[in-house]
């Protein structure tokens, strides 16, 4: 059986899921990501099935959002 994957179909990844972004977490299947290309990224969250991949600024970076889940 083959891997969900759009590559292995011969379909293009959305284009507007950046290539840079990396998801971190989720919470219900919705994504935290971060920049790569950012030195000092800050994390980013999107609600999945909305059409589009509309990014919004969470946390100013990776420790801030770190803080709540390591108390």
């Known amino acids: 059986?083959?891997?969900n994957n759009p590559f292995d179909q011969g379909k293009p990844m959305d284009?507007?899921?950046?290539k840079d972004y990396l998801v971190i977490a989720d919470r219900n299947a919705d994504p935290f990501c971060i920049d790569l290309s950012l030195e000092k990224s800050p994390v980013y969250f999107v609600l999945h099935g909305?059409?589009?991949w509309e990014f919004t600024e969470e946390f100013e970076d990776f420790n801030s959002f770190l803080k709540p889940i390591t108390i």
């Open 1 to 3: 059986m083959a891997a």
């Open 15 to 18: 284009p507007g899921f950046w």
């Open 50 to 52: 909305t059409g589009g």
